[in-house]
């Protein structure tokens, strides 16, 4: 990947910019940055409310008892956990992130907690799954989607690794349903996010980047299209908030 | 959706967290793992799947699954069999459907009537054995005082209202006038039988 083609195409880093072999690095950079106060940020940020989004997104999963689930951008751990309780100990949840900071804080975070047995950790890039074919019957993404520098070789890579009849979840920032929602949220979140991450993490130019980094995702069509053309099946979405996020839900074929 | 997503893990945290009081319970909820029962409940309409299994039960509104048994019911009967002592009468109403494997329904109520939170176990991890054991024994003290509290205060006011005050009828009375009264209402029902019988056209024995 270092020919000349793929140094210069260019990809965005929230409104920016960038070359595409630069995004991973300075996303890495955002992460680093954030992953100790990750969680604490997260409830500040969403008033809890992400707890919600993943426990929706826990339920359509499906997941049994002895079923092999990759939460992929797991960070900290959140839905690894509960999978972990879920699959029992005949099951697998492998937690993947690109992210070092963020694997080893959801590591420990997982450990302290008693999460053990049947998890492994796994650093990863989500365009290139270092997974064999047909492994999976459940792969999760959260909030990691966006941050990804060639998405349709992402959604390619878990449709790969995914067994027939499994299903990726894709919870995601979307696009609020309703007008005045949106002028909302876009003042909350150019003002209002860059601030608590001034005050919590000291690094506002992050959430700053998140804010961005949402506006230039794919909308809830889009992706939806998106999944479908990779090659997924029966391909749905719930809006959540009024749409601030959307949980995709594609089977392999 | 999100409301009704955050009320069920509040359930659900409560229900965890007085599991995790009773190991017995946690134990007995594990043998039902892998089952799953539907409710329906309607006014309003509403479904939920109650999922027991390893450390608590699961409370879901989406499960792609077969289920072992469906309980369909008004809310306001559900309500009643949750917290009613005679569930068994509840159960044969006319307005509860109970459909599938029932014995799976029936283990779980069980399981949950049988209960036992050791309250004072929860505070010991907290405060230590002994400041717990103080608590608890004040606990069971200010129970078993307001219990007899509550059956004396009620005798006083009964033995008051019957034998001082006479604004009411004893217990003895009350019997002696209802015998009595049901003593007369089968009379009467005899009488109007015999009336009704005695109206009739007399059909002599070349009717027949």
Redesign the interface.
């Known amino acids: 990947m270092t020919d000349k083609s793929s140094t210069d195409r260019t990809t965005h880093f929230g409104y920016q910019t960038v070359r595409e072999s630069e995004k991973a690095a300075k996303v890495a950079e955002v992460f680093h940055s954030v992953a100790a106060k990750y969680d604490l940020m997260n409830d500040l940020m969403s008033g809890g ?1 992400h ?3 993943k ?2 997104t826990i ?2 999963s ?1 997941v ?2 002895g079923n092999r689930v990759l939460d992929i951008a797991g960070g900290t751990g959140d839905l690894t956990r509960k999978f972990s ?1 879920l699959v ?1 100990p005949t099951g697998e949840v492998v937690l993947a992130d690109i992210n070092a900071s963020m694997l080893r804080v959801g590591r420990d975070r997982l450990l302290d907690k008693g999460v053990a047995g049947n998890v492994r950790f796994v650093q990863a890039d989500a365009e290139k799954l270092p997974f064999p074919d047909n492994h999976f019957d459940c792969i999760t993404i959260a909030f990691g989607l966006r941050n990804v520098t060639h998405k349709e070789d992402a959604i390619a890579s878990m449709l790969r690794v995914l067994k027939p009849g499994g299903r990726l979840l894709v919870l995601e920032f979307s696009k609020p349903e309703n007008e005045l929602l949106s002028k909302a949220y876009d003042q909350y979140s150019f003002t209002m996010l860059p601030l608590i991450g001034r005050m919590v993490t000291g690094d506002p130019e992050s959430y700053r980047y998140l804010a961005e980094s949402i506006r230039m995702h794919p909308d809830q069509e889009t992706l939806k299209g998106m999944m479908e053309t990779a090659g997924f099946a029966r391909v749905t979405y ?1 809006n ?2 009024g749409g601030i996020v959307a949980l995709h839900r594609g089977i392999k074929p | ?2 409301l009704s ?2 009320l069920l ?1 509040g359930v659900e945290r409560s229900l965890a967290l007085a599991i995790d009081q009773d190991p017995l319970t946690a134990q007995r909820l594990a043998t039902l ?2 089952r799953a029962i539907l409710l329906c409940v309607r006014q309003p309409d509403l479904q939920l799947y109650l999922l027991p299994g ?2 608590g039960v699961r409370l ?6 077969d289920v072992d048994c469906t309980l369909s019911a008004p809310a306001s009967l559900l309500a009643r069999l949750a917290l009613s002592s005679n569930r068994q009468q509840l159960l044969l109403s006319p307005e509860l459907e109970l459909t599938g494997d029932t014995q799976v329904l029936v283990q779980l109520q069980n399981i949950f009537n049988d209960l036992q939170i050791d309250g004072e176990a929860a505070l010991a991890r907290w405060l230590g054995p002994v400041a717990a054991h103080a608590l608890g024994n004040l606990a069971r003290g200010s129970r078993n005082w307001l219990g007899t509290t509550r059956q004396s205060l009620q005798r006083a006011v009964g033995e008051y209202l019957t034998e001082e005050g006479r604004q009411l009828v004893g217990r003895a009375e009350a019997d002696a006038a209802a015998a009595s009264i049901h003593e007369l209402r089968l009379q009467l029902d005899r009488l109007d039988a015999r009336i009704r019988r005695l109206e009739l056209p007399e059909t002599g024995p070349d009717d027949a």
């Open positions: 409310v707890r919600i989004w426990r929706f339920e359509l499906g049994r008892p309780s029992g719930h959540m908030t | 959706m999100l997503t955050a893990a793992e892998g390893h450390g879901a509104q989406h499960y792609e699954y």
